[in-house]
């Protein structure tokens, strides 16, 4: 059972870091086409900072609307693209890239991802809950398929005779 659970939680880290330098790359690829100087090294940014779940494009905003502020002398408009671009990477991880690469990695379904996630952060609360949510739900499913669900399907599957 441990090492179910080992593997669950290292293709857990594995996913988050496949997460965090995908929404990386949808970021640097967007300041890049905004012309926004040092866009790779924002990119990067936020890859390491995603490995944080659902905060990392959110922590990058700052420092890449700071040097788009810089870079277009104060036009609003400009600042407000750049933003744009990290709602966007933003909301696609919240949305369909943490569920579905989490689910797929992890065997657990994108609505149950998504709903660990509000779950353990109520429970556990802030940053904490959301980086351990999805390793707790597997744990609890382990746990759960190995001492719940096939101890019932072993009483319904039983050679005894039929009832009269």
């Given at each position: 059972?441990?090492?179910?659970?080992?593997?669950?939680?290292?293709?857990?880290?594995?996913?988050?870091?496949?997460?965090?330098?995908?929404?990386?790359?949808?970021?640097?690829?967007?300041?890049?086409?905004?012309?926004?100087?040092?866009?790779?090294?924002?990119?990067?940014?936020?890859?390491?900072?995603?490995?944080?779940?659902?905060?990392?494009?959110?922590?990058?905003?700052?420092?890449?609307?700071?040097?788009?502020?810089?870079?277009?002398?104060?036009?609003?408009?400009?600042?407000?693209?750049?933003?744009?671009?990290?709602?966007?990477?933003?909301?696609?991880?919240?949305?369909?890239?943490?569920?579905?690469?989490?689910?797929?990695?992890?065997?657990?379904?994108?609505?149950?991802?998504?709903?660990?996630?509000?779950?353990?952060?109520?429970?556990?609360?802030?940053?904490?809950?959301?980086?351990?949510?999805?390793?707790?739900?597997?744990?609890?499913?382990?746990?759960?398929?190995?001492?719940?669900?096939?101890r019932e399907s072993a009483?319904?599957?039983?050679?005894?005779?039929?009832?009269?």
């Amino acid at each position: 059972m441990v090492g179910e659970i080992s593997r669950y939680i290292v293709t857990y880290f594995r996913g988050q870091i496949t997460i965090g330098f995908s929404v990386s790359g949808i970021i640097a690829l967007g300041l890049i086409i905004l012309n926004l100087q040092y866009a790779l090294l924002i990119g990067l940014f936020v890859g390491f900072v995603g490995l944080i779940p659902y905060l990392g494009a959110v922590m990058a905003i700052v420092p890449g609307d700071t040097l788009a502020y810089l870079q277009s002398n104060g036009d609003w408009g400009y600042v407000l693209l750049v933003a744009l671009v990290f709602i966007f990477a933003s909301q696609a991880e919240s949305l369909y890239i943490g569920p579905k690469i989490m689910g797929n990695r992890t065997g657990l379904h994108p609505v149950v991802v998504i709903l660990s996630l509000f779950f353990w952060s109520a429970i556990i609360g802030g940053v904490l809950g959301l980086m351990l949510a999805v390793p707790l739900t597997a744990t609890m499913r382990v746990v759960l398929q190995r001492y719940v669900w096939q101890r019932e399907s072993a009483v319904f599957t039983t050679d005894a005779p039929p009832l009269p």
